[in-house]
């Protein structure tokens, strides 16, 4: 009887999804995956405490002189209270080490709040790491020998430092170069065993595509993860993907695997944080009707009665830089979708699975005034920019301080430069880094476009 209810609510979402198409070929509905079931709390602690990273820095070796590491209490067992929110202290065979979590990604400050599942927008990438972890190393084995507990237990975090570090330098701070990094650590896995191999064994592409971290709290609206919508299947696979850098092999990948429901769990009870300043309701009110007529058609309608309608829409539409979508269907990654189609993460229970299709999903906007940059490379500063293209600069540069906020235009503030300065200069010439596409809201007048972002602060 369950299986015939669901049967029928899927097939009452697909006609909806149909009509609500008519038939466009330049947006595609992407099909609900069935999710295990988790405990939000057990989830919670896990990740805020787990070992998914199994492997880390000695915590002699670790400092932790942060402001991060004092300010922020999150809850989490006392032998982290004193490390910052990106860093996890373990315990393996008596070990004692910090690794790091997916906070790294999933966790940033605005104004000067840190907000857990705010997607990491200050991270700087545009340097190679190598010279400092290879040092890192030499005076890990030097204090403790090679042939120590403790450098046995480092050694997998070393190893893989080792492979990443100097493969993921960005353009551009801010970015996060998720889908590379992904890259290097299965093309030094086995995929059926997981275990690690020296040797890369797929050829690792040459350019970084970076990405802007997508709010968590979005997570539980969508069919498909990631901008290119290419994750499907068992989301808790692919939330785990962080366990990569470390794990043994699957035995190791099997024991984690059963926390990662109660962590998606948990994920799925995040509400993006509250506008904190005035808001204009008769404007808003005004923008909510403009914004149903221009905008919900790809991302939806909000409020108690809200539905998101979970497109794919096409590039040709959308216009946005194509680099990240192309290099999953135009064969960048190929190697990489066929490695993950053999492996564990897709052949074990619950599988995830990769989905090839040209174009960049609609994300829903709840939170939108809180997660600038903007599009799917962060390549916009503000969502006003976002809605007039004429005001997005070519290239442009913000303090990397979480109070330097414009609440108006819902973003960073900006400076607007005629080249580029330095690495924290974004450069959006850059192939992967264009700030093109998106023009929708160019075509609203001045008045309706303002009343637009009022409504949009609601959500």
């Known amino acids: 009887m369950n299986k015939i209810i669901v049967l029928v609510i899927l097939s009452a979402t697909i006609l909806l999804c149909i009509r609500a198409t008519d038939g466009d070929p330049k947006k ?19 990740l805020m405490n787990g070992d998914y990273v199994s492997s880390g820095i000695p915590v002699s070796f670790f400092s932790s002189k942060s402001s991060d590491s004092l300010s922020i209490d999150l809850g989490r067992a006392i032998q982290n209270h004193n490390l910052p929110p990106q860093f996890t202290h373990i315990i393996k065979d008596s070990v004692e080490m910090v690794a790091p979590n997916c906070l790294s990604c999933h966790g940033e400050y605005l104004n000067g709040e840190y907000i857990v599942g705010l997607g990491n927008s200050t991270f700087n990438y545009t340097y190679n790491l190598a010279p400092a972890t290879n040092f890192l190393s030499m005076a890990i084995k030097g204090n403790y020998g090679a042939d120590s507990d403790v450098w046995n237990k480092y050694s997998q975090f070393d190893k893989a430092t080792k492979a990443i570090n100097p493969k ?14 992904t890259a290097v650590l299965v093309a030094h896995r086995d995929p059926v065993t997981l275990e690690w191999r020296d040797e890369a064994a797929l050829e690792i592409p040459d350019v970084t595509i ?13 069919n498909a993860m990631f901008y290119t919508a290419i994750g499907r299947g068992d989301f808790s696979k692919f939330l785990m993907a962080s366990s990569i850098l470390t794990m043994r092999d699957t035995s190791e990948a099997k024991v984690i695997d059963e926390h990662f429901p109660d962590v998606l769990a948990w994920i799925n009870t995040i509400e993006p944080p509250k506008y904190p300043k005035p808001i204009d309701q008769d404007r808003a009110n005004k923008g909510k009707v403009i914004f149903n007529k221009n905008c919900s058609g790809c991302h ?10 979970n497109f794919l829409v096409s590039l040709e539409t959308v216009g946005t830089d194509r680099a990240l979508s ?20 897709s052949q074990s229970d619950n599988g995830g699975e990769l989905v090839i299709e040209e174009g960049y999903v609609a994300q829903p906007l709840d939170g ?13 500063p503000t969502v006003e920019a976002l809605l007039n293209s004429k005001l997005r600069p070519e290239f442009w540069k913000r303090s990397f301080d979480s109070y330097d906020y414009d609440y108006d235009a819902l973003g960073w503030n900006y400076t607007d430069l ?7 200069t974004y450069d959006t010439t850059i192939k992967g880094y ?20 009022e409504y949009l602060k609601t959500l």
């Open 434 to 453: 264009k700030n093109t596409g998106h023009l929708f809201g160019d075509r609203l007048s001045d008045t309706d476009r303002m009343a637009v972002i």
């Open 418 to 424: 005629e080249s580029k300065e330095d690495n924290e």
């Open 326 to 345: 192309d290099a999953y269907t135009k064969g960048t990654y190929r190697p990489f979708i066929d490695w993950y189609s053999e492996s564990w993460f």
């Open 210 to 222: 970076p990405t802007d971290v997508p709010p968590w709290w979005v997570l539980k609206k969508k």
């Open 368 to 380: 939108i005034w809180a997660s600038a940059p903007y599009l799917h490379n962060g390549s916009v």
């Open 168 to 181: 993921l330098v960005t353009e551009v701070r801010g970015v996060n170069p998720a889908d590379k990094l």
């Open 300 to 309: 939806g309608t909000y409020g108690t009665d809200g539905e998101y309608p």
């Open 28 to 46: 595609k509905f992407i099909e609900p995956s069935v999710q295990r079931s988790g405990d939000a709390a057990a989830g919670y602690d896990y």
